[in-house]
T-cell receptor, first 113, second 109 residues
Framework: DAGVTQSPTHLIKTRGQQVTLRCSPISGHKSVSWYQQVLGQGPQFIFQYYEKEERGRGNFPDRFSARQFPNYSSELNVNALLLGDSALYLC????????????FGDGTRLSIL | QKEVEQNSGPLSVPEGAIASLNCTYS??????FFWYRQYSGKSPELIMF????GDKEDGRFTAQLNKASQYVSLLIRDSQPSDSATYLCAVIGAGKSTFGDGTTLTVKP
């Protein structure tokens, strides 16, 4: 079975632009979470979606938004990009609720110039 | 104070030794605890998860949880050079998921 897939792999944007990152969960998984990871730090939680509803949100500004589609895939949108948004964006899926193990995709490397 | 704290390391052990990795957390309402391994330039890979106080063993890995003391640990027996990586502790509570910054482990042949 395919694991969590994310696209694109790499992305270069300039300040002020908008970006959309995509994630397809493992087949049968209904929950998707998004994380931001900068070098030397652990992943920082952005959002969790379960059954197309937002179930959790981390301490990120409103420039960050996400949604989950009926097929459980998800998009993360970031508006008005700042240099500090440069990071590895990770998507993780799990079968269901909060207490279940999450499996990560390979991530999208976002660079802001 | 961070919500999830790990010693950054690096922790160096000889091949075949036991590596002990520790994690403390501040939210007493935390319910689920996970250990991930992350190789340089790669995404985190799930190793273990534990929900109840006590020990949980899976092959060479043992996770230990003590909710009263708010710590969770990971023991790696018979450490191999391929175990050299950063180990991330993740703590799940209501509505949020918090990772530590990881402990870097080096296993020397």
């Amino acid at each position: 079975d395919a694991g969590v897939t994310q696209s694109p792999t790499h992305l270069i944007k300039t300040r002020g632009q908008q970006v959309t990152l995509r994630c397809s969960p493992i087949s049968g998984h209904k929950s998707v979470s998004w994380y931001q990871q900068v070098l030397g730090q652990g992943p920082q939680f952005i959002f969790q979606y379960y059954e197309k509803e937002e179930r959790g949100r981390g301490n990120f500004p409103d420039r960050f938004s996400a949604r989950q589609f009926p097929n459980y895939s998800s998009e993360l949108n970031v508006n008005a990009l700042l240099l500090g948004d440069s990071a590895l964006y990770l998507c993780a899926s799990s079968p269901g609720g909060w207490d279940q193990p999450q499996h990560f995709g390979d991530g999208t490397r976002l660079s802001i110039l | 104070q961070k919500e999830v704290e790990q010693n950054s390391g690096p922790l160096s052990v000889p091949e075949g030794a036991i590596a002990s990795l520790n994690c403390t957390y501040s939210d007493r309402g935390s319910q689920s605890f996970f250990w991930y391994r992350q190789y340089s330039g790669k995404s985190p890979e799930l190793i273990m998860f534990i929900y109840s106080n006590g020990d949980k063993e899976d092959g060479r890995f043992t996770a230990q949880l003590n909710k009263a003391s708010q710590y969770v640990s990971l023991l790696i027996r018979d450490s191999q050079p391929s175990d050299s990586a950063t180990y991330l502790c993740a703590v799940i509570g209501a509505g949020k998921s918090t990772f530590g910054d990881g402990t870097t482990l080096t296993v020397k042949p």
